[in-house]
């Protein structure tokens, strides 16, 4: 059974999470359907592309499977990573894209959400960033990416607490675009896409990659960035990294000890 259902209609292509067995978990499964998805809809003439979870959804996705993590050793969050392929792809698609929030939002599923163009939430929305709780160290992209969207202090509070940040705190941080109540959700995300299906592709598409450019227009010096990848290095080679892991499958709390 596919684990995603697409769309296409009046040029708003659809992405709906299909795997509740698995709360939507970004398996490589259903990474991969979504890039097939992906561009297959671009051949249809998408000019939007709606990303969401089936209407009255607890968990819009539960984020990266923990179970195909590497083991210690071997960074978790690699370039060719399939979460970090399919951002990469979001990122880079020359239309919109909507991220449409129903449910909580969990770990790498965050930061597929905010990868997106624009965010729409409802009450029951909610974002949690989750890699201190198993001893994940996130990529430079990634967190970079919380910074520029929410700011240094936000980020750093999401990453080091764990905690859930509720629609109306993800409202303030600058998460959401927009939070409407549940019932009018629908309805305005696709209002909206189909104003945007109204203009010019060409300069939408444009603009797009001007900011995407913009965004990460201060690049890191190569001992910067041999310097944050070592430190990385010390975590996903750590016995924290492994009991991280070990606890999240064994389903207990962790015991980190800072080794």
Not at 120 to 142: L, R, W
Request: hydrophobic residues 40%.
């Amino acid at each position: 059974m596919a684990v995603i259902n697409t769309a296409l209609q009046d040029n708003v292509g659809t992405i709906t999470f299909n795997d509740p067995e698995h709360r939507n978990m970004l398996s490589g499964t259903l990474i991969d359907e979504m890039l097939q998805s992906i561009g297959a809809l671009q051949k249809g003439r998408m000019r939007v592309l709606v990303i969401r979870a089936p209407k009255g959804s607890k968990v819009w996705s539960a984020g990266h499977d923990v179970h195909e993590l590497p083991l210690p050793g071997r960074d978790p969050l690699s370039y060719h990573d399939p979460l970090v392929t399919v951002l990469r792809s979001i990122q880079s698609l020359p239309i919109p894209v909507i991220a449409m929030i129903e449910g909580s939002v969990w770990g790498g599923a965050c930061d597929l959400a905010l990868s997106c163009d624009i965010l729409i939430g409802c009450p029951s929305s909610s974002f949690c960033m989750t890699p201190a709780k198993i001893g994940v160290p996130y990529n430079v992209s990634g967190i970079l990416h919380f910074m520029n969207i929410m700011g240094v202090n936000f980020a750093k509070e999401m990453f080091f607490t764990a905690e859930p940040l509720s629609a109306e705190q993800a409202s303030k941080a600058g998460l959401l675009n927009h939070l409407i109540e549940a019932d009018e959700l629908e309805e305005f995300t696709y209002n909206m896409a189909h104003k945007i299906t109204k203009n010019s592709p060409l300069s939408i598409g444009v603009i797009k990659e001007q900011i995407r450019l913009l965004a990460s227009a201060h690049p890191l010096s190569p001992l910067t960035f041999e310097r944050v990848q070592g430190l990385r290095r010390t975590v996903y080679d750590s016995k924290d990294y492994a009991e991280g892991i070990k606890a999240f499958l064994e389903k207990r709390p962790p015991v980190f000890t800072g080794d």
